[in-house]
T-cell receptor, first 113, second 115 residues
Framework: SQKIEQNSEALNIQEGKTATLTCNYT??????LQWYRQDPGRGPVFLLL?????KEKRKERLKVTFDTTLKQSLFHITASQPADSATYLC????????????FGGGTRLMVKP | DAGITQSPRHKVTETGTPVTLRCHQT?????MYWYRQDPGHGLRLIHY???????DKGEVSDGYSVSRSKTEDFLLTLESATSSQTSVYFC??????????????FGSGTRLTVV
């Protein structure tokens, strides 16, 4: 069956450290993968997109990698801040699925001062 | 969120009653989506629309219907609400990212409780 798996346990890190979140998928051939941030009581907010032929994408303190052999994407936040505390969702678009997103369950990140 | 609003924000309804949730966009985008979000399941697609009067089912469409009579409005109806439909409902639009694919913009959600 098709799955998109993110660690359901919260990730707790100290301010200033790099947070690394993992997204693994099974039985998908994604055209591209996206990461979203969700704060409590709010809708998800788009952060980054990485295509299947890209290995890495950066935006300010954010970095996403995409390994189609391992079927995995890693999401890094460098120099993390308490304001980065939120739930982070990965989502992918399978090939031939237009722009239909399928989401993982999300990982909650807690950055402690 | 800019360009997309959902109403109501909160609703409590009784089992067996019909409920309609509204999503309104000001961005004139073609694609609109309804998701539900539940603990342990993440976001799951209920229905989507690719134009006026053009809709299709998603992963968890049973018990739900949608309508899109205008580009800006996408309605989700629970024909006869059940307790299993207690959830947070999100509407989304997709917009091109300058040749880099599409990103979604979500509304703020509707928290629906069926008692």
């Amino acid at each position: 069956s098709q799955k998109i798996e993110q660690n359901s346990e919260a990730l707790n890190i100290q301010e200033g450290k790099t947070a690394t979140l993992t997204c693994n998928y099974t039985n998908y051939s994604p055209a591209y993968l996206q990461w979203y941030r969700q704060d409590p009581g709010r809708g998800p907010v788009f952060l980054l997109l990485i295509r299947e032929n890209e290995k890495e994408k950066r935006k300010e303190r954010l970095k996403v990698t995409f390994d189609t052999t391992l079927k995995q994407s890693l999401f890094h936040i460098t120099a993390s801040q308490p304001a980065d505390s939120a739930t982070y969702l990965c989502a992918l678009v399978p090939r031939n699925a237009g722009n239909m997103l399928t989401f993982g369950g999300g990982t909650r990140l807690m950055v402690k001062p | 969120d800019a360009g997309i609003t959902q109403s109501p924000r909160h609703k409590v309804t009784e089992t067996g009653t019909p409920v309609t949730l509204r999503c309104h966009q000001t961005e004139n985008h073609r694609y609109m989506y309804w998701y539900r979000q539940d603990p342990g399941h993440g976001l799951r697609l209920i229905h989507y629309s690719y134009g006026v009067k053009d809709t299709d089912k998603g992963e968890v469409s049973d018990g739900y219907s949608v309508s899109r009579s205008k580009t800006e409005d996408f309605l989700l109806t629970l024909e006869s609400a059940t307790s299993s439909q207690t959830s947070v409902y999100f509407c989304a639009i997709s917009a091109p990212l300058g040749g880099q694919g599409y990103g979604y913009t979500f509304g703020s959600g509707t928290r629906l409780t069926v008692v």
